[in-house]
C-alpha cells in the first residue's frame, strides 16, 4: 500500500498554537477552554450511537456500515474496545475487512473544536474519519487509525470552520483481508469535545505535531506533543525500532535506529542516525544507510540492524543485516551480512564486494541476522555475534576476521534451551569486569547470560531478563572512550497492538543511556548515566529528608517530564507495602508498589490510560545496609524505574487527560524515605 506524505507544517502551525504552552513546570494544564465557548454548536445527532443503530448517519455506498456495525462488543484479543455507554460502529462488524463503504453523519454547525475516538487500521488514505464542509465537498481533516482496536480520542481545533456547515464522512475503502476497518465513537463538539463528563480534560492526540525532516523547530513541536518524549530520542515522524551502530567516535556518541520515515509503522527499513556529545542530547543527522529498492514502498528489502567499530585508521565500519524481500527477488538469500564505512560520520559508502558474509551458517533455518562485531581480547581479532535459531532453540553464531570484511566461522557460541525464544535478535557479546556478557531478544524480551569464554565457547552461569518491564528491546552495548560499557534499548510497545502516538505521526522511541555492570547477585543491571543531571532544573525541585509518610497520601508535585529519586531505610519502616501513583488524576494513573517483606516491586498499568494494561513484578532487593533506592524517570509517555540493585523496569504509558500529573505516595503503615527528591527535567530537544 502507498502512504500520502504526513500533513505539512504550514498546514499544522495554527492549530498547534492552541495547543502549546499547556503547562507549566509543575502545575495543572493551563486550559484552553476558553477558546472553546467561540463557537459551540450541537454537533451531529446520535454522536455516540446509542441508539443501538445508525439513525442519524447516512449509507453512502458500500456494505462496511449498515445497523449490523454497530456493536455493543466489548473486548478484542488486545483487551477492550474502550468505547463510551454501549455502542460504537465499527467496519468489521457487518462485513468483514474486505467490505468497503462511506457512511456520514446529519450535518451541523463546525464549532470550535470536534473530538472524536477513532480505531482500527492505519491507511491514511483509504481509511478514515473526515470532516467535509457541506458547500463545497471539501475534506477539512482527516484522521485514520492506529492498527489496534481499542478506541482513541482525536481532537481537532475546527474554529477555521465555525459556523459553517460540516458533516463527518467515515471513510472505508480499503479492500484488504486485514486491519482494513475503521472504528468511531462518540463525537463531541465545543467545550464537551476538550472534557470528558467527569470534568477531566483530554490528552490531544491527532495534530500530528511532528516537525518535517531537518527542520530545526524539534523544541518546540515536541513540546506540543502530550505523548512525545522530552528527553529520550524519537522520530521526527514515521517509525523506529532497534538501536544499531552504537559507538564514541571523535569525541560524538553515534545513535542509529532502524527506521521508517513514510509511516509510523515498520517497513522498507532505513538507519535514521542521531549523534550527542554527552549521549543525553541528541542531534538529527541525515539518514546513513537507505533501503536498496526506496522507489518501491511495496519492497520490504531493507537495511536491518547491525553494528559499528572504528579501525586503526579511525574509520567508521558499519556491519549490518542486508535484508531482502524474497516475494519481489526469488533466489536471493534472505538475509547475510553486509558492510559500509565512512571518514566524516556522516555519510556512509557501501562496499563494493557486499555481502562480506553471504552463505548462512547451517542450522539457521528461523534467521541469521543483527551483526554484532566487538574486539576480542582472547586473540586480539575481530569477532562477530550474529543471531539465529533452528526449530524451538534460538542460538547465537561467532565469526572472526582481523580485517572487518573477510570473516570465518568459529562455530555456535550459545544456544538456548527453547525457553527465551527460538530466533535469538540482536545479541551482544562483551567482557564486563572479570565475566563476559551475552545479550539478546526473544520471546519479545531481552535476556541476559552471564558467564565465561575462552575466545570460541561460552558458558552462561547467570542468566535474566534486561528489563523487567515489557515495553524494552534489542538492547546495543558499547563501550565508551572513558571505558564504560553503556547500553541503549528500544522502548516500543512491541508486544502490544498499542501504539497511540501513530495519531501524532511517530512510534518508537529509544531508552536513556545506561550504564551496564555486573550486580552482587551475578546478574546484569543497569543505571541511569550521570550526564542526565544536565536535564535537571534544580532551582524547580523539590527534596524531603527523613521524610515518613503513612495511610494519608502525600502528593509530591504534579509533572509528567521529571526525575523521582527515593532512598527507603527498609530496616525502619514498619508499613508492609508502600506506593508511588504516577502519572495519576482521580480517573487513572500508573501504580508502582513495593512489598517489603515479598522484596517485590509492582508496576501496575491495570488503569492507566490507553496504553497496555497489565502488571510487571520484578524481585527488587535493598542493599546489605537496608536502603533501597529507586530512580524514576517520567517522560510524557515513558516511564523507566531504575532500583539501586540494577533492576530496570521500563514501560510506556498513554494517559487520557491532561490532569493525570500527579505523583503521590501512600503506605501500609509507616515508611521512612531517607530523602525523596522530585526535580523537572528539561528538553534535550531545546
Ligand atoms: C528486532 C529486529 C531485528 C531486525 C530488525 C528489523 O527488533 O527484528 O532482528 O534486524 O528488527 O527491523
Given at each position: 500500500m502507498r502512504f500520502t506524505a504526513l500533513p505539512s507544517l504550514l498546514h499544522l502551525l495554527p492549530a498547534l498554537s492552541i495547543f502549546l504552552d499547556l503547562q507549566g513546570v509543575w502545575g495543572k494544564p493551563i486550559s484552553h477552554l476558553s477558546k472553546c465557548k467561540l463557537a459551540q454548536y450541537p454537533g451531529p445527532s446520535n454522536p455516540s450511537f446509542e441508539t443501538g443503530d445508525l439513525t442519524g448517519w447516512h449509507v453512502l455506498s458500500g456494505t462496511a456500515f449498515g445497523n449490523g456495525s454497530v456493536t455493543a462488543q466489548t473486548s478484542y484479543w488486545g483487551g477492550s474496545f474502550n468505547q463510551k455507554g454501549k455502542y460504537f460502529v465499527d467496519s468489521f462488524v457487518a462485513s468483514g475487512d474486505p467490505a468497503i463503504g462511506q457512511l456520514r453523519s446529519d450535518s451541523f454547525l463546525a464549532s470550535s473544536y470536534l473530538s472524536f475516538l477513532i480505531g482500527g487500521g492505519y491507511d491514511p488514505v483509504n481509511l478514515y474519519v473526515g470532516l467535509v464542509r457541506d458547500s463545497d465537498g471539501t475534506l477539512l481533516k482527516s484522521q485514520t487509525g492506529m492498527n489496534d482496536e481499542a478506541l482513541v480520542r482525536v481532537i481537532w481545533d475546527t474554529s477555521a470552520w465555525a459556523g459553517q456547515d460540516v458533516h463527518l464522512l467515515v471513510y472505508d475503502n480499503n479492500s484488504g483481508s486485514s486491519w482494513a476497518h475503521i472504528n468511531i465513537d462518540d463525537v463531541r463538539t465545543g467545550c464537551k469535545a476538550l472534557q470528558d463528563d467527569n470534568g477531566l480534560t483530554f490528552t490531544v492526540f491527532g495534530e500530528a505535531n511532528q516537525p518535517a525532516a531537518g527542520s530545526s523547530s524539534s523544541c518546540t513541536l515536541y513540546a506540543a506533543d502530550?505523548?512525545?518524549?522530552?528527553?529520550?530520542?524519537?522520530?521526527?515522524?514515521?517509525?523506529?525500532?532497534?538501536?544499531?551502530?552504537?559507538?564514541?567516535?571523535?569525541?560524538?556518541?553515534?545513535?542509529?535506529?532502524?527506521?521508517?520515515?513514510?509511516?509510523?509503522?515498520?517497513?522498507?527499513?532505513?538507519?535514521?542516525?542521531?549523534?550527542?556529545?554527552?549521549?543525553?542530547?541528541?542531534?538529527?543527522?541525515?539518514?546513513?544507510?537507505?533501503?536498496?529498492?526506496?522507489?518501491?514502498?511495496?519492497?520490504?528489502?531493507?537495511?536491518?540492524?547491525?553494528?559499528?567499530?572504528?579501525?586503526?585508521?579511525?574509520?567508521?565500519?558499519?556491519?549490518?543485516?542486508?535484508?531482502?524481500?524474497?516475494?519481489?527477488?526469488?533466489?536471493?538469500?534472505?538475509?547475510?551480512?553486509?558492510?559500509?564505512?565512512?571518514?566524516?560520520?556522516?555519510?556512509?559508502?557501501?562496499?563494493?564486494?557486499?555481502?562480506?558474509?553471504?552463505?548462512?551458517?547451517?542450522?539457521?533455518?528461523?534467521?541469521?541476522?543483527?551483526?554484532?562485531?566487538?574486539?576480542?581480547?582472547?586473540?586480539?581479532?575481530?569477532?562477530?555475534?550474529?543471531?539465529?535459531?533452528?526449530?524451538?532453540?534460538?542460538?547465537?553464531?561467532?565469526?572472526?576476521?582481523?580485517?572487518?570484511?573477510?570473516?570465518?566461522?568459529?562455530?555456535?557460541?550459545?544456544?538456548?534451551?527453547?525457553?527465551?525464544?527460538?530466533?535469538?535478535?540482536?545479541?551482544?557479546?562483551?567482557?564486563?569486569?572479570?565475566?563476559?556478557?551475552?545479550?539478546?531478544?526473544?520471546?519479545?524480551?531481552?535476556?541476559?547470560?552471564?558467564?565465561?569464554?575462552?575466545?570460541?565457547?561460552?558458558?552462561?552461569?547467570?542468566?535474566?531478563?534486561?528489563?523487567?518491564?515489557?515495553?524494552?528491546?534489542?538492547?546495543?552495548?558499547?563501550?565508551?572512550?572513558?571505558?564504560?560499557?553503556?547500553?541503549?534499548?528500544?522502548?516500543?510497545?512491541?508486544?502490544?497492538?498499542?501504539?497511540?502516538?501513530?495519531?501524532?505521526?511517530?512510534?518508537?522511541?529509544?531508552?536513556?543511556?545506561r550504564e551496564l555492570f555486573i550486580r552482587p547477585d551475578g546478574g546484569l543491571g543497569s543505571r541511569p548515566i550521570p550526564e542526565l543531571v544536565s536535564l535537571e532544573q534544580p532551582a524547580s525541585a523539590k527534596v524531603w529528608t527523613q521524610k515518613k509518610i503513612g495511610n494519608t497520601a502525600v502528593v509530591l508535585g504534579q509533572t509528567t517530564t521529571a526525575r523521582l529519586r527515593l532512598t527507603i531505610d527498609t530496616a525502619s519502616s514498619t508499613a508492609t507495602s508502600f506506593s508511588i501513583h504516577l502519572f495519576a488524576s482521580s480517573a487513572e494513573s500508573v501504580l508502582v508498589s513495593y512489598n517489603f517483606a515479598a522484596r517485590l516491586l509492582t508496576l501496575d498499568t491495570s488503569n492507566a490510560g490507553y496504553g497496555q494494561t497489565g502488571q510487571w513484578q520484578p524481585i527488587v532487593a535493598p542493599g546489605s545496609d537496608g536502603k533501597l533506592s529507586l530512580d524514576i524517570f517520567l517522560d510524557h509517555s515513558t516511564l523507566e524505574i531504575f532500583s539501586s540493585d540494577g533492576v530496570v523496569t521500563s514501560m510506556r504509558v498513554y494517559p487520557r487527560y491532561q490532569e493525570s500529573q500527579d505523583i503521590k505516595i501512600e503506605a501500609s503503615g509507616q515508611v521512612v524515605f531517607d530523602s525523596i527528591s522530585l526535580t523537572p527535567l528539561e528538553s534535550s530537544w531545546c
Open positions: 502530550p505523548v512525545r518524549p522530552q528527553y529520550h530520542y524519537s522520530p521526527y515522524q514515521g517509525w523506529i525500532n532497534d538501536p544499531a551502530g552504537l559507538i564514541q567516535w571523535n569525541g560524538q556518541h553515534h545513535l542509529f535506529s532502524q527506521f521508517y520515515p513514510d509511516a509510523p509503522l515498520w517497513g522498507p527499513m532505513h538507519w535514521a542516525h542521531a549523534t550527542s556529545s554527552d549521549a543525553v542530547h541528541w542531534a538529527e543527522r541525515p539518514v546513513a544507510l537507505y533501503p536498496p529498492y526506496p522507489d518501491n514502498p511495496q519492497d520490504t528489502s531493507g537495511r536491518w540492524t547491525g553494528s559499528a567499530v572504528k579501525d586503526a585508521q579511525n574509520q567508521l565500519h558499519i556491519l549490518f543485516t542486508d535484508f531482502t524481500d524474497l516475494a519481489l527477488h526469488p533466489g536471493s538469500t534472505e538475509q547475510v551480512v553486509s558492510a559500509a564505512t565512512s571518514s566524516d560520520g556522516t555519510s556512509f559508502l557501501l562496499y563494493s564486494q557486499n555481502p562480506v558474509i553471504g552463505t548462512v551458517p547451517a542450522g539457521s533455518s528461523n534467521g541469521f541476522r543483527d551483526p554484532k562485531v566487538f574486539q576480542d581480547p582472547t586473540d586480539n581479532s575481530w569477532k562477530m555475534v550474529v543471531g539465529s535459531g533452528e526449530g524451538s532453540q534460538g542460538k547465537v553464531h561467532l565469526y572472526r576476521s582481523t580485517d572487518l570484511v573477510s570473516w570465518t566461522y568459529v562455530g555456535v557460541l550459545f544456544e538456548g534451551d527453547g525457553s527465551t525464544g527460538s530466533m535469538f535478535e540482536c545479541p551482544n557479546f562483551f567482557p564486563l569486569g572479570d565475566k563476559w556478557v551475552l545479550f539478546y531478544g526473544g520471546r519479545s524480551l531481552g535476556w541476559f547470560e552471564v558467564g565465561s569464554y575462552n575466545g570460541t565457547s561460552f558458558i552462561s552461569e547467570t542468566s535474566g531478563l534486561l528489563d523487567a518491564g515489557p515495553d524494552s528491546y534489542a538492547m546495543q552495548w558499547y563501550k565508551d572512550a572513558s571505558g564504560r560499557n553503556l547500553a541503549i534499548t528500544w522502548l516500543g510497545n512491541w508486544p502490544t497492538s498499542k501504539w497511540p502516538s501513530r495519531l501524532n505521526g511517530w512510534a518508537g522511541q529509544q531508552s536513556i543511556t
